[in-house]
């Protein structure tokens, strides 16, 4: 437990313990940027980094799989935390393991060995094991089996969903005994990015549900006027 | 060595009321501090934040009045013991202290989030309270029985 922190955890609401309790974020963007004033100039630095290596938002849709690839690179080295180290790797190789489903869904042959599609451990495995349901590494993300299927049906939402328990459960486990220290900071701000990323799928999901709604509302009353 | 021991003596004395107040401390400083970042979060019930975080406090008081029981003429023959019931009781109020300022830092964190649950969080608290009010007591107790 590093002492520094102390009040800035306990400055922070806490998140509930069901990611899809959250109907919003326990405090809003501004304010938890100000409370992360308290950070030190270097853990803040760190934090920024993860969090624009991390955060969907923050992602650029210009960058090709090559360009992020090498940016996770760059961010695991020029991180110290090699707690903060694991969670960043452990998200690229889902995003990995994510990606090879997506490309297989789509028709797309096996990646060739060494091309920059990916990132971590399992790529071997994956490009040996492409056509297996799971990609042999079942074991290890027990939840790819009902990714696959609901990748099939093309229920996003509910891939949404299954994806971003994992990430949330993760956090959850990995956080362990981290009550008042930067481990812990990290691990709150990206659990509040989950929930923002939930929050948004939810409001952007009602929306378009809402114009549905609108429009086959009106096309009623345009066929009745009609 | 007779110095030398006179001044072991000297240092079991003073030592054990020194390392309860560097305990207290920290123990406040860490308590306090989530103290603080309790109240940016919270609209009321600001005392009983600042209440829990004094509670380290105690083992600098525990310190004192064993430093005052140990208070005798410092002799070869008297400073052995003062040495070792200073420190050893010194040390164990230092780490309690420490660790009750966790434990209160822990307490103040979870009360703010269920206020429900305030009684109950200080428990953990009042039991390294006790493990102090021990070290207290027989160090007490066995200075009752030194020579001098």
Redesign the interface.
């Known amino acids: 437990?590093s002492?520094r922190y102390?009040?800035?955890?306990?400055?922070?609401?806490?998140h509930v313990p069901s990611l899809f309790a959250n109907r919003q974020t326990p405090i809003s963007r501004l304010k938890l940027d100000d409370?992360l004033q308290m950070l030190e100039p270097q853990d803040a630095i760190d934090l920024a980094l993860i969090e624009e290596l991390l955060h969907w938002d923050r992602m650029s849709m210009e960058m090709t799989d090559a360009q992020m690839i090498e940016r996770g690179k760059q961010t695991c080295d020029r991180l110290d935390n090699e707690f903060i180290k694991d969670i960043v790797r452990w998200r690229l190789e889902i995003r990995t393991v994510v990606a090879a489903l997506r490309r297989r869904h789509l028709g797309r042959p096996v990646p060739s060995a060494g091309s920059k599609w990916g990132y971590g451990a399992w790529m071997k495995m994956i490009e040996t094991h492409w056509h297996e349901p799971s990609f042999g590494v079942e074991r290890i993300y027990p939840w790819l089996p009902e990714a696959d299927r609901l990748l099939e049906e093309s229920d996003s939402l509910a891939l949404e969903r299954l994806l971003l328990n994992q990430v949330w459960d993760y956090y959850g486990r990995v956080v362990g005994d981290h009550?008042?220290d930067f481990e812990a900071v990290v691990v709150y701000v990206l659990r509040w990015d989950v929930i923002d990323r939930w929050s948004r799928y939810n409001g952007e999901a009602a929306a378009r549900r809402f114009d549905r709604m609108v429009e086959s509302a009106l096309g009623y009353y345009v066929s009745m006027f009609a | 060595m007779n110095e030398f021991v006179v001044a072991l003596g000297w240092a079991g004395m003073y030592g054990v009321m020194a390392l309860g107040a560097i305990g207290s401390i920290i123990g406040c400083?860490?308590a306090g501090?989530?103290?603080?970042?309790?109240m940016?979060?919270t609209e009321g019930g600001y005392g009983r934040y600042i209440g829990i975080s004094v509670m380290p406090s105690s083992q600098v008081i525990y310190g004192i009045v064993v430093m005052f029981t140990l208070q005798r003429p410092v002799t070869a023959e008297t400073g052995p013991a003062m040495f070792g019931i200073g420190i050893f009781a010194g040390l164990a109020l230092l780490y309690s202290a420490i660790l009750q300022g966790?434990t209160c830092?822990?307490a103040?964190?979870a009360a703010?989030?269920k206020p429900e649950i305030f009684g109950l969080s200080l428990a953990p608290a009042a039991i390294v309270e006790g493990f102090a009010v021990f070290a207290f007591v027989f160090a007490l107790v066995i200075a009752g029985g030194m020579p001098g």
Request: proline letters at 6%; a positive charge; aromatic letters at 6%.
């Open positions: 437990m002492d102390v009040t800035l955890m306990a400055s922070l609401p806490p409370r009550y008042f | 400083a860490i501090q989530a103290a603080i970042g309790a940016l979060e966790k830092a822990s103040i964190n703010k989030a």
